[in-house]
């Protein structure tokens, strides 16, 4: 049973057990998160499409921990020109498991 579940105007494809990275949420280790903006569900023999969303679906997962991704390099250079631009950036993320899917 997989679901699609928007978080911050962004779809993530979820399943129950399973871990995911989502961008920075302000809520504590532990917390548990109820999801209810609930876009599709797929079981094995039965799919509900939303329009825009499913009625009294929801998503409930556990805050995991915050972390920072890999630092992304940007380098920009105008050749002759001597002009040479160099950014870094780490994006914030919120680790979560997803531990139920309820229709």
Do not use: C, W
């Not at 998160?33 to 023999?45: G, P, R």
């Not at 509900?48 to 997962?61: H, L, R």
């Not at 050749?79 to 919120?94: A, D, E, I, P, V």
């Amino acid at each position: 049973m997989y679901a699609i579940v928007d978080i911050n105007s962004k779809q993530y494809k979820v399943e129950e057990g399973k871990y995911l990275d989502i961008d920075l949420n302000q809520a504590e280790e532990g917390t548990k998160l109820t999801l209810d903006q609930v876009l599709f569900i797929s079981d094995a023999n039965k799919v509900q499409i939303g329009q825009p969303t499913i009625k009294g679906a929801s998503v409930t997962a556990v805050v995991m921990n915050d972390f920072k991704d890999d630092k992304v390099k940007v380098y920009k250079m105008h050749r002759k020109k001597g002009y040479r631009l160099t950014q870094g950036h780490r994006q914030n993320y919120t680790r979560i498991k997803v531990e139920k899917i309820s229709a």
